[in-house]
């Protein structure tokens, strides 16, 4: 495969952006090899600058669930654009996503839109915090929630301690209140809640956890979570980031039966565009400004294409259920097929997912949360990943990605890479 001029344009970027990216994932630190600079995408493949063309199991960390560029979606967009780019005023474009959402998520009765994932968690743990009039929160191990200070805890073995800071430049009294519990492990969160009684405002979780790979919440995980919080006063934030409409249409809280008392929202929302969204029970979002005391602002929040191009794929979503079948059903025969050709090789490798969310765990073990994540070979991923892209497909760049399938995924590309790992592992 020719990579000529991704390697030229890297040699620049690296000079002038750190490490070549504006976002640590998209480097191929992890895996090694040349990162191929993208000029366009369609449905569900990505063209890169020297013209080859890659089935994509990235679908831009999550947005592109019905493919990229969809016809519509860009339809409206350009509509949206001949009227002007931002106002920095109120909009009826931001009703209609507002009445959108509270439409298709039963337990959103008010919602506040911002730039991002990061800016909606950011800003929901703040309502938390406000509403309850508590410091603390509870996130899990290898949870990512973005990259506010608060929430940047690595949390090794920290259960029963406060946090420490994952990243330089995170002081330590950003992280003081933030306690890490260990995913689907509902003791661990037990024990929190007896050592810091009536002090924790939240508990924040991934319902499914899709940053370290593919991790599903054990029967009565979520549940647990729920019941607890009710028991003490604190708030359940679901982080749907990567669930959010992509479980079903009303994402992980409908998909699991569960109610959160706040959710947050990014990627598929914004259908491509930088969008972000939190949003909840009424009582709680009440107390965000101007109507309540806990001061949220955006200059670009609510932006008129970012809404129109969002609006117009959520809508696509909503008229057309038999998306999220087709999703299930490619998702369910990708992972049966995995698993197939690793039983055929006797490889102890796992597979993990749900839906259209799937990861090739290079464990022997069953992951369940962060620890068994980690035993992963990482060598030996890499090593597939770089055999995988110059084959024609573009997975994540480090194991603890999840491989994301779209709408526009045909049987017949998921069968190409099923061809394609079956002869890397024969
Ligand atoms: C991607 C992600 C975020 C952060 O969203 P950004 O738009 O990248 O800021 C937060 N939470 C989860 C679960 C995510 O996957």
Request: aromatic share 8%; with cysteine; net charge negative.
């Amino acid at each position: 495969m020719n990579i000529e001029k991704s390697k030229e344009l890297f040699e620049r970027a690296v000079k002038v952006i750190p490490g070549g990216v504006n976002s640590p994932v998209r480097a191929f630190a992890p895996v090694g090899g040349q990162p191929r600079f993208i000029t366009k995408a369609k449905g569900s493949c990505l063209y890169d600058e020297d013209g080859n063309e890659y089935i994509d199991y990235i679908g831009s960390w999550g947005p592109m669930i019905i493919g990229h560029n969809d016809e519509r979606v860009l339809a409206a967009v350009q509509e949206q654009i001949m009227n002007g780019l931002s106002y920095g005023a109120v909009t009826a474009v931001e009703v209609e996503m507002a009445e959108l959402i509270t439409e298709i998520v039963p337990c959103i009765e008010m919602v506040r839109m911002v730039n991002s994932g990061t800016e909606a968690v950011m800003s929901a743990i703040r309502v938390a915090r406000g509403f309850t009039k508590r410091n603390k929160i509870v996130k899990f191990e290898g949870c990512y929630h973005g990259h506010a200070d608060a929430l940047l805890v690595k949390a090794g073995s920290g259960l029963m301690t406060a946090g420490t800071p994952g990243s330089a430049g995170v002081p330590e009294g950003c992280v003081k209140d933030t306690l890490t519990a260990t995913y689907n492990d509902l003791e661990s969160v037990e024990q929190l809640f007896k050592e810091n009684p009536d002090e924790i405002a939240c508990v924040i979780v991934e319902p499914v956890a899709a940053n370290m790979g593919v991790v599903t919440p054990k029967e009565g995980f979520l549940q647990g979570l729920r019941d607890m919080c009710t028991k003490n006063g604190t708030l359940l934030i679901f982080d749907e980031v990567i669930t959010g409409f992509r479980l079903k249409l009303d994402g992980a809280s409908g998909y699991f039966g569960i109610t959160p008392d706040l959710v947050t929202y990014g990627k598929i929302i914004g259908g491509g565009m930088p969008v972000g969204a939190y949003g909840g029970r009424r009582e709680v979002m009440e107390t965000v400004a101007p109507i309540g005391n806990v001061y949220q602002a955006g200059t670009l929040s609510g932006n008129p294409v970012a809404m129109r191009a969002g609006i117009t794929q959520l809508q696509i979503l909503r008229d057309n259920p038999d998306i999220y079948d087709r999703l299930e059903k490619n998702g369910e025969f990708f992972r049966a097929q995995l698993r197939e050709i690793l039983v055929k090789h006797n490889l102890p490798y796992k597979v993990n997912g749900i839906g259209s969310l799937t990861c090739l765990y290079f464990a022997e073990d069953e992951v369940v949360d962060y620890k068994s994540a980690q035993k992963s070979d990482t060598a030996a991923y890499a090593d597939y990943f770089r055999f995988m892209i110059d084959r024609g497909n573009y997975l994540g760049p480090s194991q603890f990605e999840a491989c994301f399938l779209s709408d526009a995924h045909t049987e017949a590309q998921i069968k190409k890479t099923l061809a394609d790992i079956e002869e890397y592992f024969g």
